[in-house]
């Protein structure tokens, strides 16, 4: 009587079956070590090109840029299988997702605020540029 | 063939389509096809993932205001057990497969939570719970070491003094000029070099703090180890705040996370679930800890990482 009481809200299941599961899970356990491993290289490769005082700050944004694009990679893992949004229906998908859309502004939004923040404070105020930026072949 | 062996037959062949030829929104059924439960954890779990957004962009903002940050690789470079040798990103990689591997066990405990298996259930759940319990012991491990570590920082440009990172400052700042460390340190007290000699010897066997501090300045300066101690100003005073608040609110998380999962296992161990012929708590609190998982990728990200 209770088991039907939790399915009334769910009018069919799509469970994957037994051992493709463990499989898929397995396989996911290994996407997001390797991914993380890469990550962990390329914040590696960041702290070598530091060690050369004139770095290009081009090449460390590029690397910083693939690091967050891992990390969605990831997320997406994280949430499709271990949260098995990915075996929810369309509907179920789209009310999780379309609010989290907010993001894009969110992000957006505030950090073109800060950096805004910043690049007035050292237009007008040239003892808080001397003071704060990194002097260069300091070490 | 009877038309529920043939509905389940059309669910096999393409759950796709009969979610197609379902008329969600005529009532009568969710339209989310979840229980209820679940998809208020779901909602829950994405304010709480703005929650932890807000947070996060928040930092992000003041980062990008700011002409200097602290790098990472230099901040996080200890492994217990290690002493001053330099490791960046080592501790902080093992906390990452801590939580990844706890999250596998979480899902494969969920897994036979489907099957009814209650000995599975129990098997990963533990395994769950001591992850969770390794994590926490790793994070109390970091915050004692960044608080409790001492560096030495350049003080007004004339005198070097010992911090660690809290809330009010922490010593991550700008490298200094090594003419202007050495004044520095002929103008600091006998203890605080006592400290760095002891800290960063120049070679082994210095001998205790109370011994050094005997010795005079000149001696005591030419003992110190300067590469290593890696004498530097004060960094942005918010660093520390965002991220003992950002971390010390995923820590939160997960604290909160091992203390559900472990009323799951008692409840399980008492056969609750089984009585009621469904696992459905158990994939609740699997949700919870893997979105855990999912904050940490992006607190990993952008504490560690960039």
């Known amino acids: 009587m209770e088991h039907q009481a939790t399915t009334s809200e769910i009018t069919f299941h799509h469970h994957v079956p037994g051992k493709e599961n463990v499989k898929r899970i397995i396989k996911t356990l290994i996407i997001l070590s390797i991914i993380t491993a890469i990550e962990l290289g390329l914040g590696y490769t960041i702290y070598l090109i530091h060690k050369n005082p004139d770095f290009s700050h081009g090449l460390v944004l590029g690397i910083k840029g693939v690091i967050v694009i891992l990390s969605l990679a990831k997320a997406f893992y994280i949430v499709s299988i271990f949260m098995h949004l990915g075996d929810e229906i369309r509907n179920m998908i789209m009310t999780i997702v379309v609010p989290l859309m907010l993001f894009i502004w969110f992000i957006a939004a505030f950090l073109w605020d800060g950096n805004s923040y910043k690049n007035l404070r050292n237009n007008y105020d040239k003892h808080f540029q001397e003071r704060t930026t990194e002097k260069h072949g300091g070490h | 063939m009877s038309p529920g062996t043939k509905n389940k037959l059309i669910i096999n062949m393409s759950s796709e389509a009969t979610a197609q030829q379902t008329k969600w929104w005529n009532g009568g059924r969710s339209p989310f096809n979840l229980e209820y439960g679940k998809l208020m954890m779901w909602y829950f779990l994405m304010s709480d993932a703005f929650t932890f957004g807000a947070f996060l962009i928040s930092y992000g903002t003041i980062r990008f205001s700011q002409n200097f940050w602290p790098d990472p690789n ?84 004339n005198h070097i003094e010992l911090v660690g990172q809290t809330m009010g400052g922490n010593p991550w700042g700008r490298h200094v000029d090594p003419m202007v460390v050495n004044q520095a340190l002929a103008a600091s007290p006998t203890e605080t070099l006592a400290h760095l000699a002891h800290e960063y010897p120049l070679h082994e066997g210095a001998g205790s703090i109370e011994d050094l501090e005997k010795l005079p300045k000149d001696q005591l300066i030419g003992m110190i180890n300067l590469e290593h101690a890696h004498i530097s100003e004060k960094g942005p005073i918010a660093f520390g705040g965002y991220f003992f608040g950002i971390t010390g609110f995923h820590g939160f998380h997960v604290f909160s996370g091992v203390i559900i999962n472990i009323i799951m296992l008692v409840m399980t161990s008492k056969g609750v679930f089984d009585r009621r012929g469904h696992y459905l708590m158990i994939e609740k609190a699997g949700l919870y800890w893997h979105f855990v998982d999912l904050v940490w990728v992006f607190v990993f990200l952008c504490f560690y990482l960039v």
């Not at chain 2, 129990?122 to 570590?149: D, N, P, R, S, V």
């Open chain 2, 74 to 157: 230099r901040v996080f470079n200890a492994f217990p057990g290690t002493g001053h040798m330099n490791l960046p990103l080592a501790f902080v990689s093992l906390m990452t497969f801590i939580l990844i591997a706890s999250s596998v066990t979480m899902v494969l405990a969920v897994h036979e939570g489907h099957r009814g298996n209650r000995a599975g259930v129990m098997k990963w759940m533990f395994w769950t719970i001591i992850g969770g319990i390794a994590f926490l012991g790793c994070q109390a491990w970091e915050w004692h070491h960044l608080i409790t570590g001492q560096h030495g920082v350049i003080v007004d440009g």
